[in-house]
């Protein structure tokens, strides 16, 4: 699926990537509107409809991934709340191994990340991964989402590739679509972003469904740097 010969650079997404989507999933479709069922006196059923009406009008906007946003909006401490279930954040099958070996393989390995800051710093308390990577890059330090093409543009600026030699993994198919846009040529999918959901059967890009499946050859794997 991937010749590692045309890849300098490797792209890597977070959640729904790297790590299991099921928390994300789980946080924002049911224990934040069972938070806010509590808080602001309204049944689960009341608090869980309008809580998923309003994330699904600001889907792949950045204030859809700032928790600073729906903190305001829904008046809850968001950042605490999700504190309070990190324990949760996993890694998905074989992450460390692939990283290991893009490490040791002297490639550009970047995490670029829709997530909130805070998001990031929460999440890597619990499962850090940071250190496998040349750079982190947060879209709201963009000042716009990966759905948007200025995103490439001032990552572009922030942290020169090429995109023919980019290979982005990436489980949001707008996010993939913008990519392509780009120009970035190696574009892959992960077709169980959640592990407690179906598997997906109609991705319209290249779709894995654990590292293993593209782990970089073991002759292309120098000693770390």
Not at 44 to 54: D, F, I, N
Not at 198 to 211: C, L
Request: proline share 5%.
């Amino acid at each position: 699926m991937i010749d590692w010969n045309t890849i300098d650079t490797v792209l890597l997404d977070m959640d729904g990537t790297l790590l299991d989507l099921h928390f994300d999933n789980y946080f924002w479709m049911e224990h934040v509107p069972r938070v806010y069922a509590q808080t602001h006196s309204l049944s689960e059923q009341e608090s869980t409809e309008k809580l998923h009406a309003a994330f699904s009008i600001e889907r792949g906007t950045l204030d859809w991934y700032s928790l600073d946003y729906w903190s305001d909006r829904l008046q809850l401490d968001i950042p605490a709340i999700k504190r309070e279930l990190g324990h949760m954040v996993s890694m998905r099958p074989h992450v460390v191994e692939f990283l290991t070996h893009l490490h040791a393989s002297h490639r550009d390995v970047v995490m670029v990340t829709n997530a909130h800051r805070k998001t990031l710093d929460i999440k890597m308390n619990n499962v850090d991964i940071t250190g496998w990577f040349d750079r982190l890059v947060v879209s709201h330090e963009l000042h716009a989402p990966k759905e948007e093409q200025v995103f490439w543009h001032r990552l572009q600026a922030l942290h020169p590739f090429d995109p023919a030699r980019t290979l982005l993994i990436d489980d949001t198919e707008p996010v993939l679509e913008s990519a392509r846009d780009y120009g970035i040529v190696h574009l892959l999918t992960l077709l169980q972003p959640d592990s407690k959901r179906q598997k997906r059967i109609d991705t319209r890009f290249p779709g894995i469904h654990h590292f293993d499946e593209i782990m970089p050859p073991a002759s292309q794997v120098d000693a770390p740097r």
